[in-house]
């Protein structure tokens, strides 16, 4: 009798349940990346969404942080122990999260961060952050004591073809004092009338806040 090979294409467990069961069973921790990969075919963003509900709502805590390369992960670990997999009900009357919204939600998670880093943290396949967006919010933040600069960027000293060479991107951390909570800060802009004569400002300032 001739045997045939077939061809069976098996799919890899996925959604809560699935994030929930490996999560337990790391008793020492986990990050998100680690629970990504344990999932074929899904996105990091979504199971960082998922991780982010959990914190929030207390299943999960963040207890340090491990190095993967040259990022940072944090290391979770499961606060409130049940079988079934806690879900997040989708609720009509909130509004999805603005980009800068998410980076300042991002930040307060996040142990210490790059602008590249953040903007890789706070997008989400809907709503990408870019890190140009990334990096003028941080500088915004730097300006008013926000953020703490844990090392400066540097510029490329020269290249070595289309390689820049020498240059380092800044890494920041959120001042405790700052963390005072899930709203973000917004960035404003003033416009009014001075009067160099008089030392003083005509009529009323309108005050607005930017556009991501």
């Known amino acids: 009798m001739t045997r045939k090979p077939v061809h069976i294409e098996v799919a890899m467990p996925s959604g809560p349940a699935h994030y929930w069961r490996e999560m337990i069973a790391r ?19 979504t199971v960082k969404r998922y991780v982010w509900f959990l914190e929030r709502q207390g299943y999960v805590v963040r207890i340090g942080a491990k190095r993967d390369g040259y990022a940072l992960q944090n290391l979770y670990t499961v606060k409130k122990r049940q079988t079934k997999a806690p879900i997040e009900r989708p609720n009509p009357q909130r509004a999805p999260l603005t980009a800068r919204e998410a980076m300042w939600n991002a930040m307060r998670a996040l142990e210490q961060f790059s602008a590249r880093e953040l903007a890789v943290s706070a997008s989400t396949e809907e709503r990408p952050v870019s890190q140009r967006s990334a990096n003028l919010y941080i500088q915004r933040l730097v300006a008013v004591g926000a953020l703490q ?9 020269g290249k070595a073809g289309n390689t820049p060479l020498g240059a380092t991107a800044g890494r920041y951390r959120l001042v405790k004092s700052a963390n005072t909570g899930p709203l973000a800060p917004k960035l404003c802009v003033a416009g009014f009338v001075f009067d160099p004569n008089s030392n003083r400002v005509l009529g009323d300032a309108v005050v607005s806040e930017l556009r991501a």
């Open 27 to 45: 008793p020492k921790g986990f990050t998100i990346r680690e629970i990504a990969l344990c999932a074929e075919g899904v996105a990091y963003t």
């Open 149 to 157: 600069v844990l090392e400066r960027p540097q510029r490329a000293l």
